[in-house]
């Protein structure tokens, strides 16, 4: 690997961890943090949670987890073509949705609703609690006990009254600076990798078709090429050479366009890049074909009415199995109990979002269903 920018983050300028630790002595800072992501519990439940459709709905359907592994590899390739540092980057990625609810965007809004009245829920702030709180694998200290950096790019977005309240992980809301380089790639990667596996994922459903994308002209323009070569091609090869050049022209685009913000700006080092406007960026005729595709996907894909019916039912179970503890923190396991520490809501809030959605509905079933045990 060439060296790394100026502006870079690096294992000798991070603000480190909470808990002293010893410096690792094979690796860096960021890839023990990104080790640390991948041995957690919470990352193997990524598997059984949803993106879009719901595990049980088909085996290739992306889930949390293969979606978390597409952003880290986009964002790795970008962060390497910066000369930023990829460990970081894919530390990030890899933790950026860790605390998600089971059943995706429906269960977050549903938890948020109960936990309104006790702090609301927010699915970034649940990922910094999981790796700084939730996780129990340490003899000194709760979490995972990640670096600065990577805890402060899990948080993406936050309102003035939660950043008040997060030390100085909130800081730079209050200040309005921006996070390192490398976590502004991950936020693009991930939109990145959504809005072309989401095409893929509804194509492959049946829930969107070829002709309806074919409107969008970001799709349009490269299916249009990928015809043009191979006159024959169709199925889902036609899909995947359509999805691969999408997801080529946004990367380059990122690339391009970020390294010309870089150079206009001409940050010496960390701070003066934390101190830009956010340097990270599609040009701006990207970022409207990148809208036009995300009003898209959520107008024939995220808002049909198969997936709202998915999404309605989910939010029941959320609400339900929130009232259920609430009215009975008796009927919690054990440990939850003990973990009530007189905030109840939010113990039962920790419980539901570490649930995948299969272990949600059986627990649903095990409180409701007459004849469940
Ligand atoms: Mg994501």
Redesign the pocket.
């Known amino acids: 690997m060439s060296e790394l920018a100026a502006y870079a983050v690096t294992s000798a300028n991070s603000r480190g961890r909470r808990h002293a630790e010893e410096r690792p002595t094979l690796r860096s800072e960021f890839q023990r943090d990104k080790d640390r992501i991948i041995h957690s519990t919470a990352f193997r439940r990524l598997e059984y949670k949803t993106q879009v459709f719901v595990n049980h709905e088909g085996d290739l359907f992306r889930t949390?987890l293969t979606?978390?592994l597409e952003?880290a590899q986009i964002a790795r390739g970008i962060a390497r073509a910066l000369r930023l540092n990829e460990d970081l980057a894919e530390a990030v990625s890899l933790a950026?949705?860790l605390g998600h609810t089971p059943f995706g965007h429906a269960g977050q809004d549903a938890l948020n609703d109960c936990m309104r009245d006790y702090g609301g829920f927010e699915h970034n702030l649940q990922s910094l609690r999981t790796v700084d709180q939730l996780e129990e694998r340490y003899a000194a200290f709760d979490g995972l006990n990640l670096c600065f950096e990577t805890r402060e790019g899990i948080v993406k977005h936050c309102s003035l009254e939660n950043a008040r309240k997060l030390g100085e992980i909130g800081e730079r809301f209050l200040v309005r600076r921006q996070p390192s380089l490398e976590a502004q790639i991950c936020n693009l990667a991930?939109e990145i990798?959504?809005n072309n596996h989401d095409v893929d994922d509804g194509l492959r459903s049946g829930l969107i078709t070829l002709e309806q994308l074919e409107e969008i002209g970001l799709f349009a323009r490269h299916v249009a090429e990928v015809r043009a070569r191979y006159p024959e091609l169709g199925g889902r090869r036609l899909i995947h050479e359509t999805v691969r050049r999408m997801i080529n022209v946004l990367v380059c685009d990122l690339i391009d366009t970020t390294a010309a913000n870089i150079a206009a700006r001409a940050p010496k080092n960390l701070d003066e890049a934390r101190e830009s406007p956010p340097l990270v960026a599609f040009s701006g005729e990207m970022h409207a074909a990148q809208r036009e595709m995300k009003r898209f996907l959520r107008q024939h894909l995220y808002q049909h009415y198969q997936v709202l019916r998915m999404t309605s039912k989910a939010r029941r179970i959320v609400a339900d199995l929130f009232a259920a503890f609430m009215s009975d923190p008796r009927l919690l396991p054990p440990q939850y109990q003990q973990a009530l520490g007189g905030d109840q809501p939010r113990a039962v809030a920790d419980y539901i979002a570490g649930m995948t959605d299969r272990y949600a509905m059986k627990e649903h079933r095990r409180l409701f269903a007459v004849g469940e045990i």
């Open positions: 949390r979606h978390s952003v950026h949705d991930d990798a959504y």
